[in-house]
């Protein structure tokens, strides 16, 4: 393998030696290596090798053609603020050829500069850390709100069109192509009746109440590099859903993911509850970045959070009735434990969801 590797990584090297080449990330789509390079004079470089889950993502030239596209534009935006890029931003590195991808055997790999300094974390550290990811969320939406969105490809079609994925969750439902409903009857349940919220920001978009920008698509706290000294949330990373969306989806996904008191997967679910300090500290940090929200955006703030939650653990249980298919697994009841745990969150936000309306009034501009 690491053969193999190495001669996959060779069209990205700027020369030295390879020293190591390890397995990254506890991503659940690409298969992500971090790849040392013994430089000269005892300098060492690190890479991203990434291979590009390619029955995920149908199109890697028009899905890089967006990374590209981006990054180069938050590269402009950071040297102009003086900022460091090598931090701050996510650096596609090109081949001799100036390609942005390797095919090797069929397989669509691609090479980023390692942000060093920094690091990102499956559970948050605590308020002060969830505040600094906030700005930066709110950064980034800020300084994509220039940016031409018609440029940029659709790299997963619906990602976040929740209606249309309530729609497959029912199809997998009746498929049931794994033989697992019967053991899963009162999740099933669970998302089935709640099949109302899954319309709403559907209509709104219907409605054109609601602005399509520039957005990311999947804010998951682990895809927010935190820099080890300043623990400023220096760079997000995981650019492959970058494209037009609504700027509730990465609220959403951010709360989802960081305003938890367990990770994931954890299956103990008395560990599990949605934690409203940690909402309270990213909606300052968000909302300390300026005026870049629309009233109606600020006021789907609440329920952003809960349909998420409540779509990122559909799409768990789908994965489990049609056998696992699309994220990685370590066991074979792990996409179910995901989505009993996302359970577990939207229940918590349904009661508290006033207490989340008061969060978002206090804070907002
Ligand atoms: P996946 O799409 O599978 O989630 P990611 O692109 O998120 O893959 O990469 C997996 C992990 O690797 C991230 O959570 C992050 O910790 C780390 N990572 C990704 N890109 C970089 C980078 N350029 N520098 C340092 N670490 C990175
Ligand atoms: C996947 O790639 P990763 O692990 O950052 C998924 C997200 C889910 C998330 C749930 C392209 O994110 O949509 O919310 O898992 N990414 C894709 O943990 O489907
Ligand atoms: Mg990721």
Redesign the pocket.
């Known amino acids: 393998m690491r053969e193999e590797l190495e001669k996959i990584f060779l069209p990205f090297s700027e020369g030295g030696k390879i020293i190591e080449i390890i397995r990254y990330g ?5 298969d992500t290596y971090r790849v040392s390079v013994h430089m000269d004079k005892d300098l060492e470089k690190r890479y991203i090798l990434q291979r590009i ?1 390619r029955s ?2 149908k199109d890697p030239v028009a899905l890089m053609d967006n990374i590209v596209k981006v990054t180069e534009y938050l590269k402009e935006c950071v040297e102009k603020a003086g900022g460091d890029v090598d931090k701050e931003v996510l650096q596609v590195v090109h081949t001799k050829e100036g390609a942005h991808h390797v095919l090797h055997e069929g397989e669509f790999y691609r090479c980023y500069r390692f942000i060093e300094g920094a690091r990102s974390y499956e559970i948050v550290g605590g308020p002060e850390d969830f505040y600094k990811s906030g700005q930066a969320l709110g950064k980034f939406q800020r300084l994509l709100g220039e940016f031409e969105g018609e440029t940029l490809h659709e790299t ?1 079609k619906d ?1 976040h069109n929740t209606e249309k994925r309530f729609v497959d969750f029912q199809k997998a439902v009746e498929d049931n192509t794994a033989n697992r409903a019967i053991e899963c009857a009162d999740e099933i349940q669970f998302y089935l009746e709640r099949e109302k919220d899954t319309k709403i920001i559907n209509g709104l978009l219907r409605e054109g109440r609601l602005p399509v920008r520039v957005t990311h ?2 804010t ?1 706290y ?2 927010v590099m935190i820099d080890d000294e300043t623990r400023e949330a220096v760079c997000l990373v ?1 650019l ?2 970058v494209m037009p969306g609504v700027s509730l989806y990465d609220f959403g ?1 951010a709360i ?2 960081g305003a938890t008191t367990a990770l ?1 997967d954890e299956k103990d679910l008395s560990k599990v509850h949605f934690d409203l300090s940690l909402f309270e500290a990213y909606v300052r940090g968000y909302f300390s970045q300026g005026e870049f929200l629309t009233d109606l955006e600020i006021e789907y703030l609440p329920f952003a959070a809960k349909i ?1 939650t409540y ?2 653990g559909m ?2 249980l789908k994965d489990y009735l049609e056998g696992d298919i ?3 697994i370590s066991y074979p009841e792990h996409n179910l434990h ?1 989505a009993r745990n996302q359970m577990k969150l939207v229940s918590d936000m349904e009661r508290e969801y006033q207490q989340m309306i008061e969060i978002i009034r206090k804070y907002r501009k």
Do not use: A, L, P, Q
């Not at 506890?26 to 690409?30: A, D, L, Q, S």
């Open positions: 506890k991503g659940h789509i690409n889950n995920i993502f997963i990602f698509n999947d998951k682990n895809n995981d492959d859903t996904d989802r993911s994931e998420m779509e990122c799409r768990f699309y994220y990685k995901r």
